[in-house]
């Protein structure tokens, strides 16, 4: 498929991926963005229109934008996911663009021995994995310039959600979950944003897996991050679900990308922790 532009329509541009990535890739692209609810700054902004998933089509926005890429960083509910996504691979082949979607590693959460790479069988026991692998299939019946589909590991990084929960419950004196018998890999936003840069602007299609290439324990990771961040005697709620060691970790390995886009959980801790 020959890319028709460099015009990306971003779905979800509010949320904090979609904003980190709207960031990336503005000063590059000619990028367009959709938000729920939002700052009064989202609706002024020319480049921002109001959509509700719920109840609107994506059409309307393609046949106006004309985009060479829909990244889909929306979220609503699984049943509504699937219902615009289906909407969203009809539309490619008419319109011609390319759809990114980010999946995860609970596609392979039934697997647990071993971590999982990008051409790897998956099976999901959870809804969440379940409607995931529902999307990929849908999506990978497309020819494959069609689609990106960027499974992501847990994601950190500064001012992220989960460094936000962290020190939350910390100043709140309430237990943090981990869970020493998961094994995972992790990134930040900042980095995951920067990967679909590079795939974007060379124009690649296919699966890839955005996480680090090296695996870390899920207890020592937080009690690392809490260390660095200098929380003193945070309370840990251990949570055991298997008597062995499980792997939630999408590696990658089939797609590589060039070295100064990979991370290792190193840098993880390192820019979940520093200071800006």
């Known amino acids: 498929m020959a890319r ?11 949320g904090f991926l979609g904003g980190h990535l709207y960031k990336e890739l503005q000063a590059y692209f000619d990028v367009y963005a959709t938000y729920h609810t939002g700052e009064k700054k989202l609706h002024q ?8 998933a719920y109840k609107e089509s994506p059409a309307v926005f393609i046949q106006q934008i004309k985009p060479g890429v829909v990244i889909s960083a929306f979220r609503t509910s699984s049943d509504n996911q699937i219902q615009v996504h289906q909407e969203l691979a009809i539309l490619s082949l008419e319109f011609g ?6 999946s995860s590693s609970n596609v392979f959460d039934a697997f647990t021995n071993y971590p999982s790479y990008e051409y790897d069988k998956t099976l999901s026991v959870s809804a969440y994995g379940k409607y995931q692998i529902r999307i990929e299939n849908l999506l990978m019946r497309l ?12 994601l950190f990084g500064h001012g992220s959600p ?20 998961v094994v995972i890999n992790a990134s930040i936003f900042t980095k995951v944003t920067q990967q679909i840069h ?20 899920h207890n020592e990771l937080i009690e690392e991050i809490c260390y660095k961040l200098q929380l003193e005697n945070p309370l840990f709620k251990q949570v055991y679900n298997s008597n062995n060691d499980r792997f939630l970790a999408p590696v990658p390995k089939d797609h ?3 070295e100064n886009l990979q991370i290792t959980m190193e840098e993880v801790i390192q820019k979940s ?3 800006k």
């Open 45 to 52: 902004n020319k480049r921002f229109e109001q959509w509700d």
């Open 162 to 181: 989960r460094i936000k929960e962290i020190q939350n419950l910390f100043k709140l004196n309430e237990p943090i979950e981990v869970f020493p018998n």
């Open 4 to 14: 028709k532009s460099k015009r990306i329509l971003i779905l979800g541009g509010s």
């Open 256 to 258: 590589p990308l060039p």
């Open 273 to 275: 922790i520093e200071i």
């Open 143 to 154: 020819p494959e310039a069609h689609f990106c589909i960027a499974r992501l590991p847990m």
């Open 198 to 217: 590079f795939i974007i602007n060379r124009e690649w299609s296919g699966i890839f897996h955005l996480g680090s290439s090296d695996l870390i324990h």
């Open 97 to 102: 663009f390319q759809i990114i979607f980010f």
